[in-house]
């Protein structure tokens, strides 16, 4: 089962690069460590669509944030996430699972936040990139199905509306 979920985890990290829409990278073309410090940590939401529908181990849902400064290698960050209520994203052909920070994580993103405005106070260079991702493990409850079709959805505000990271994404399960 660990292999199956090693090659499910690398399958979303290869095609997520190629399933990511146009008008997501339109709209994140202006983020930069200022909008990630005017992040509200408890408004950041993770949407998560499986078909066939499959559970989701509770725990095991994560948000990386991978952040890169030229001349210096990428600093990771890992948020735990946990199942969520509210307006999730409209969508009339998938349920959506929703996922928020988890207390760990809120306070995770929260150390984050003061980190990058303290570089930002002593003139630190500035990041040259970030990453988000979202990791979790099905629960097949038996035999796997032969693929899994993955939507990702991620709010970082409300005013802002959801964005689509991961637009159904066929990923082959190996037994």
């Known amino acids: 089962m660990k292999r199956t979920l090693l090659i499910l985890a690398a ?7 190629a399933s990511i829409p146009l008008g997501t990278l339109w709209k994140l073309r202006g983020f930069d460590e200022n909008t990630l410090v005017q992040l509200e940590p408890s408004d950041l939401r993770a949407a998560l669509s499986l078909a066939p529908a499959v559970a989701v181990e509770p725990g095991s849902v994560q948000l990386s944030l991978e952040l890169d ?28 699972s929703l996922w928020q920070l988890d207390a760990a994580g809120l306070k995770a993103l929260a150390s984050v936040q003061r980190q ?10 500035a990041y040259s990139g970030a990453t988000f991702s979202v990791a979790f493990q099905p629960d097949f409850q038996g ?11 991620l709010l970082l505000a409300p005013e ?3 964005l689509l990271l991961l637009d ?4 082959p399960i190996t037994r």
């Open 168 to 171: 159904e994404a066929e990923l």
């Open 160 to 162: 802002d509306g959801w």
């Open 143 to 153: 035999d796997p199905p032969d693929a899994l079709q993955v939507s990702v959805q």
């Open 69 to 96: 400064r030229e001349g210096a290698g990428p600093e990771s960050h890992a948020f735990g996430l946990e199942p969520a209520t509210g307006p999730g994203p409209v969508d009339r052909e998938r349920r959506y």
């Open 116 to 125: 990058l405005r303290a570089a930002q106070a002593g003139n630190a260079q």
């Open 11 to 17: 399958c979303l990290a290869l095609s997520a690069c």
